[in-house]
């Protein structure tokens, strides 16, 4: 064995060590590109094989050629009385397999070999990837920022050694991201290009508060506590519903924690969000009531199921706050119980329905 095929072998060993990226596999994927490559001398006949085999150390390109008593295709035939050199059991219209000197080609499988290993370890390391990301899909992650593009806004991130782009619609209202930043991500998608991975990633999201509780929040994590539903209006304002079947429980408070402690830590990572956490309910009087919070609730009336649309009366002194700046209160409120919520004041006075 020549020293060339000893290290091609050698190579082939180590990036199955060093970059988990198994022999057979590489072995494979030259056989064929060899082939490819050598096709062309040949006339384009399929005429050509090449056998990688990186336990024996074997490595052998062959052209299969016609025995015939007259040669009218010089590519694919070979006359008999050299055919009977090669193999001393050739016959006429019969095949014989001629090996070819590696040396002869050696700049060919060289290039070749080369080609195939840096597409061999992009391909291997895109399906790392990809399996990796999908498996931390609508998943909380830590990303690094790289860096802002002054002209769009988008972020630069990596997430461990995978580069990615938070882009400005993405990001929460206001927030200020610089170079170095250790920042939550959500992963919303994670989709398979040509080229690589796309990892889609959000700080507005409403994925990434849910996250953010099943992290601060223990009972949430282990189900005692389930996260119904979530409404937000990011750098603004987030409403959150919880629940649990343990009627000992109280789903408010262990989100909140001691004097605030969880909810204050999910807050600082927000930039000042505020969240509101509400109890939820099966029945939609009470949920309704609950989600308009921080405003008191007179009553709840239900006007129709199907499209859900109910009537709301709420103190005069309460009006503003239940509406809130813009309709924010209202609108999420209605977002995350999926009621259409008309809100009147207690005195009569029907001002402007607000829809969600």
Not at 8 to 19: G, I
Request: glycine share 6%.
């Amino acid at each position: 064995m020549n020293k060339d095929i000893k290290e091609f072998f050698a190579a082939l060993k180590f990036m199955e060590q060093e970059r988990e990226i198994p022999q057979k596999y590489l072995a494979e994927k030259i056989e064929n590109a060899i082939v490819v490559a050598l096709r062309k001398d040949y006339g384009g006949r399929d005429i050509v094989t090449c056998v990688v085999d990186p336990e024996k150390m074997v490595f052998s390109v062959t052209v299969r050629k016609q025995v015939v008593d007259e040669i009218t295709d010089p590519y694919a035939e070979i006359l008999k009385e050299d055919a009977l050199k090669i193999s001393s059991k050739a016959v006429e219209n019969g095949f014989v397999d001629i090996a070819l000197n590696t040396k002869q080609f050696g700049r060919i499988v060289a290039q070749t070999a080369k080609h195939v290993i840096r597409q061999g370890i992009r391909e291997v390391e895109r399906n790392q990837t990809f399996a990796q990301f999908q498996d931390k899909n609508h998943e909380l992650l830590t990303a690094v920022v790289q860096q802002i593009d002054p002209k769009t806004g988008n972020a630069n991130v990596t997430i461990g050694k995978t580069e990615t782009v938070l882009p400005k619609l993405e990001q929460v209202p206001g927030e200020e991201l610089s170079e170095g930043d250790h920042i939550k991500v959500y992963v919303v998608d994670v989709k398979e290009t040509e080229k690589s991975p796309k990892i889609m990633i959000s700080r507005t999201h409403p994925g990434l508060v849910k996250r953010l509780f099943e992290t601060e929040v223990p009972e949430i994590f282990d189900g005692t506590i389930e996260i119904k539903s979530v409404s937000r209006q990011a750098g603004s304002r987030t409403k959150l519903a919880v629940y649990s079947p343990n009627e000992e429980i109280d789903p408010v408070g262990a989100c909140i924690g001691q004097r605030g402690a969880r909810v204050n830590n999910i807050v600082e990572e927000l930039k000042g969000e505020k969240i509101d956490i509400v109890k939820y309910s099966d029945d939609p009087v009470a949920f309704i009531s609950e989600a308009l919070s921080p405003a008191k609730v007179v009553s709840v009336v239900i006007e129709s199921e199907n499209p859900k649309a109910c009537k709301v009366t709420v103190p005069d002194s309460q009006l503003s706050l239940a509406i809130g700046n813009k309709g924010q209160n209202v609108r999420l409120a209605a977002k995350l119980t999926g009621w259409k919520i008309d809100i009147r004041p207690e005195s009569g006075f029907y001002g402007e329905e607000i829809e969600e």
